[in-house]
């Protein structure tokens, strides 16, 4: 029997993935990609560096099959997949010339790389702030006892100006009797009714953020929110109806929904007293910066809560789409500070949060050498490295050591991102 070469493949579990694409932002050797259904890693690319496992909301990409090299699941096959393959048996690897003996080789180390782009993920944290509540993840889901859970909505209401089109919504729903225990910074999926189309296959969930508090949209009440803005255009411009967002925003009070997860571990408020948050966001990347100021605003009547900033530099294009401009402006000047930017206001420069974070640059290079400050980034993938590069001018031009905050700011849970 000839030895055939053993590796141990990296794979993505396409029954649990709720398609967020953290892992495919986080990958430094972009072995990680996906079609219009699964996530999927190229085993010729990926080196076990395991950077894309901890952030994972889902531990969809913690899995793994020991494989001969040359029958390592191509990309094409991945994306055909409904369920992850078992592991192969022992007639299947004598048939691949497997000695029964053989143990996988790690991958050849990757020839070192000339950085030529400025690595944004490198500095987003992967574990949460250490005074954060402990999360309660994958309650519900494929692999849970339980599959998913119905939720009633009892609330629709959009929070933009604009019409119809491109609207944004504030949902509530409410789980009854069943426990779905939330933080905020976390999300859940949406299981979509019906199924797609092309394939004849059920939807796969959509990830939300929560927008609500953990007591509940109303305090003492077993319910959640989210910010929805529909869908009808790709992310290249081209039209398209996007399932789960306009299912969602269509929505009547009464209606129900079947909901999974929650997920997420990392993404979480700090709770020791006087801790400062700093909320950088975009459109719906809102949602789980109103979820933390809400928390914090009701501690604050309380009387539970000592001190600490919370700064908000928030973007849209226009004022008109920007979601909770309302109650934004009715929020205490004392309790928040409110930086808003527009990008497409007629007659005015184009203005996005990165310039509103440089214009109080004072006051964010204190708070970049604080030990008890945290960075929140939520939005589009495309403002991340812009953000973090402007933290790093900040503290630059403070002459603060940039490489030492860098690492503290990973290390010890200060900069969290969650970009799609």
């Not at 803005?229 to 009547?252: F, I, M, Q, T, W």
């Not at 401009?325 to 007629?346: C, E, T, W």
Request: negative net charge; proline residues 8%.
């Amino acid at each position: 029997m000839s030895e055939a070469v053993l590796i141990k493949q990296h794979l993505i579990d396409p029954e649990i993935c709720i398609r967020c694409n953290t892992c495919e932002a986080t990958c430094p050797v972009d072995a990680i990609t996906h079609d219009s259904r699964n996530y999927v890693v190229d085993a010729a690319k990926c080196n076990l560096c395991m950077a894309c496992v901890p952030p994972c909301p889902t531990g969809s990409i913690d899995n793994w099959r020991t494989m001969p090299k040359v029958r390592a699941y191509t990309i094409e096959e991945q994306f055909t997949w409904d369920e992850l393959p078992g592991e192969l048996s022992a007639d299947e690897m004598a048939e691949a010339g497997v000695a029964p003996e053989a143990t996988p080789v790690a991958p050849m180390p990757q020839p070192a790389q000339v950085e030529s782009t400025f690595d944004s993920a490198a500095y987003g944290a992967t574990v949460p702030p250490w005074s954060a509540a402990h999360a309660f993840t994958n309650l519900y889901g494929p692999k849970a006892p339980v599959k998913s859970v119905t939720a009633t909505v009892t609330g629709n209401v959009r929070v933009t100006e604009v019409g119809k089109d491109y609207d944004t919504h504030h949902i509530v729903l409410d789980f009854g009797h069943t426990p779905f225990p939330v933080l905020e910074g976390q999300s859940l999926g949406i299981v979509p009714p019906g199924a797609d189309a092309a394939s004849g296959r059920g939807h796969f969930p959509r990830q939300y953020s929560i927008a609500s508090a953990r007591n509940g949209e109303r305090p003492g009440y077993n319910n959640v929110s989210l910010t929805i803005k529909r869908v009808l255009e790709d992310h290249e411009g081209r039209p398209v109806r996007g399932v789960a967002s306009n299912y969602l925003c269509d929505l009547d009070v009464g209606d129900t929904v079947e909901v999974i997860g929650p997920f997420g571990a990392s993404f979480l408020m700090p709770n020791h007293p006087r801790s400062h948050i700093v909320m950088i966001c975009t459109g719906t990347g809102s949602a789980p910066m109103r979820a933390m100021t809400e928390w914090r605003r009701r501690l604050r009547q309380s009387g539970k809560f000592e001190g600490g900033k919370l700064l908000l530099f928030f973007g849209a294009r226009t004022p008109e789409e920007l979601p909770y401009f309302g109650p934004l402006q009715k929020l205490p000047k004392d309790f928040i500070d409110v930086n808003l930017a527009f990008s497409r206001v007629a007659g005015q420069p184009k203005r996005y949060v990165q310039d509103l974070m440089r214009e109080r640059a004072a006051d964010l290079a204190p708070l970049l050498a604080d030990p008890n400050a945290y960075f929140y980034v939520c939005g589009l993938k495309a403002m991340e490295e812009g953000v973090v590069m402007t933290l790093r001018d900040i503290a630059l031009g403070a002459g603060l050591d940039w490489d030492a905050i860098g690492t503290s700011l990973r290390r010890d849970a200060r900069l969290h991102l969650e970009t799609y």
